[in-house]
Protein backbone atom coordinates (compact mmCIF):
# COMPACT_ATOMS: atom_id res chain seq x y z
CA UNK A 1 0.00 0.00 0.00
CA UNK A 2 1.54 3.27 -0.81
CA UNK A 3 0.13 6.87 0.57
CA UNK A 4 0.36 10.18 -1.29
CA UNK A 5 -0.11 13.75 -0.35
CA UNK A 6 -0.85 16.11 -3.37
CA UNK A 7 -0.73 19.74 -3.60
CA UNK A 8 -4.20 21.53 -3.77
CA UNK A 9 -2.69 24.47 -5.46
CA UNK A 10 1.19 26.00 -6.18
CA UNK A 11 3.00 26.32 -2.83
CA UNK A 12 6.19 26.32 -1.62
CA UNK A 13 6.70 24.22 2.16
CA UNK A 14 8.96 24.63 5.17
CA UNK A 15 10.12 22.61 7.69
CA UNK A 16 11.13 24.10 11.02
CA UNK A 17 14.81 23.84 10.11
CA UNK A 18 14.35 26.16 7.32
CA UNK A 19 14.46 23.41 4.77
CA UNK A 20 11.89 24.16 2.17
CA UNK A 21 10.70 23.54 -1.82
CA UNK A 22 8.27 24.52 -3.96
CA UNK A 23 5.28 22.22 -4.88
CA UNK A 24 2.96 22.66 -8.16
CA UNK A 25 -0.60 22.40 -8.39
CA UNK A 26 -1.82 18.45 -8.41
CA UNK A 27 2.67 17.38 -8.06
CA UNK A 28 2.27 14.20 -5.43
CA UNK A 29 4.61 13.17 -2.92
CA UNK A 30 4.66 9.34 -2.11
CA UNK A 31 5.01 9.66 2.47
CA UNK A 32 4.51 5.68 2.80
CA UNK A 33 5.10 2.56 1.89
CA UNK A 34 3.76 -0.13 3.44
CA UNK A 35 3.64 -3.83 3.08
CA UNK A 36 2.17 -5.36 6.40
CA UNK A 37 -1.09 -6.81 4.74
CA UNK A 38 -1.36 -8.88 2.04
CA UNK A 39 -3.81 -8.02 -0.95
CA UNK A 40 -6.42 -10.98 1.03
CA UNK A 41 -5.61 -9.01 4.45
CA UNK A 42 -6.56 -6.31 3.15
CA UNK A 43 -9.96 -7.48 1.88
CA UNK A 44 -10.86 -9.30 4.93
CA UNK A 45 -10.44 -6.46 7.38
CA UNK A 46 -12.62 -4.24 4.53
CA UNK A 47 -14.90 -7.10 4.24
CA UNK A 48 -15.62 -7.07 8.05
CA UNK A 49 -15.90 -3.93 8.85
CA UNK A 50 -18.51 -2.65 6.40
CA UNK A 51 -16.36 -1.42 3.73
CA UNK A 52 -15.76 -1.60 0.04
CA UNK A 53 -12.24 -1.49 -2.22
CA UNK A 54 -13.01 0.92 -4.80
CA UNK A 55 -9.87 0.36 -6.63
CA UNK A 56 -6.35 -1.58 -6.38
CA UNK A 57 -3.35 -0.43 -7.49
CA UNK A 58 -0.64 -3.14 -7.89
Known amino acids: MES ?3 ST ?3 TV ?3 NGF ?3 LQAYEAI ?3 V ?3 YTPHDIQTLISD ?3 KI ?3 YK
Open 54 to 56: IEC
Open 49 to 51: NSF
Open 20 to 22: SFE
Open 14 to 16: SDQ
Open 4 to 6: WLI
Open 34 to 36: SAK
Open 30 to 32: QTE
Open 9 to 11: KQQ
